[in-house]
């Protein structure tokens, strides 16, 4: 059985996609934009010993699969042509098939790739403090050189906000941390604090330009480093600060307001009261706290993210509905005042992301290695394709600690919208 065959049988011979494979064969239009590579039988190894996602990441990350042309053209020719038709008898009959041929060392698992973490099981107990600094470290203490190639200047790894469909990413990215400041209200003065803080653009942009006293706090000591080296170049020491350390150890007074930006992917669905009632606690009353976060398009979905991001990317890291976001966050003490759905925007921050890393990919991969920068190109192709068919949406809620009397200080209507957006949004299309 040649391998064009076995590619035929799953994905639609008229997709615009053509392939070739170390065995000689081929299948699919011969002028087709992109191309899927099977190279070796080690990749084939991967997929029969790990058959799915997690066994296709093995073998594209370490090379034995690759696709010639953009990756997300790939997947957007692919997914809409997958033939998910073929009974386990007649998955059974392929790989009996395949071990006739190629032996019984093709259920011979090949080395896993250094760059993926260790299966669940063995991570220790889940969200402990132990194995979520692990679990942040696997991914962003990678390099903070390889996080300036991808992300740009503005060091902002999370959501941007087009303020117009040709905005470019620094512009849309400074539209992102101002909207969160106008929302939090933030004014001279105030203490804010910055969950998750990142490279610290967030308590950066507040302090300069809020006048408010910022406190940042990571789980990635790299990432900690680089801030504080921004912050004393900026002239913010003053007034600005970020930290290496679980927002669960801090022992400070109250906050105005906070901020929690990509964060809460990683807090466990179990977890998620405890969480948002200890950042209640740290608020003032009437105090606003803004969470943007990645969630799932329905709250019936499971929250355990795929092979690719657990094992690769984000390990235990849940997503969940915008509902069970919102009954979280209102049942253990804010109340929640606004929610936007961000997704499109998402989709074009991927888009840019990508576009960065390929234009320097040379360069990230002599500082990350070419196995984290394949890494990296899969799950930034396969999120945008998520974003675009809203299979994964992006949210930004905004809750407040209401007062004894239950004063919110919160105005009649929505006061944070910029001349742009009074004068009229426009359609975001990706």
Known sequence: MKLAEIFERFVDPSAPIAFRAYDGSTAGPPDAHVVLEVRSPVALRYVATAPGE??????????????????????????????GDASRAEQLGILRELLRQEGPGLLRRPPLPPEEAPPPWRRGVRHSKRRDAAAIAHHYDVSNRFYELLLGPSMVYSCA????????????QREKLDLVCRKLDLQPGQRLLDVGAGWGALVRHAAENYGVRALGVTLSRQQAEWAARVIEDS???????????????LRVP???????VGVMEHIGSAELGDHFSSLAAMLRPEGRMLNHTITRSSNQTGNRTGKLIDRYVFPDGELQGPGTVMGAMHDNGLEVRHAENLREHYAMTLREWGRNLERNWAEAVAEAGERRARVWRLYMAES???FELDDVEIHQFLGVRTGADGQ???????????????????????
């Open 54 to 83: 997690l066994g296709l990441t093995r073998a594209y990350v370490t090379g034995g699969i690759e696709v010639q042309g953009d990756l997300h053209e790939f997947f957007r020719a692919v997914m809409p042509n997958l033939r």
């Open 161 to 172: 906000v087009f303020p117009a469909p040709d905005a470019t990413l620094e512009e849309a």
């Open 235 to 249: 002239g913010l020491t003053a007034r600005a600060e970020v930290r290496f350390l679980d927002y669960r150890d």
């Open 254 to 260: 109250r906050f105005d307001a906070i901020s929690s």
């Open 384 to 386: 945008r394709m998520a």
């Open 408 to 430: 919110s200080g919160m105005p009649l209507r929505p006061d944070w919208m910029d001349e742009r957006e009074k004068a009229g949004a426009q359609l975001i299309r990706t």
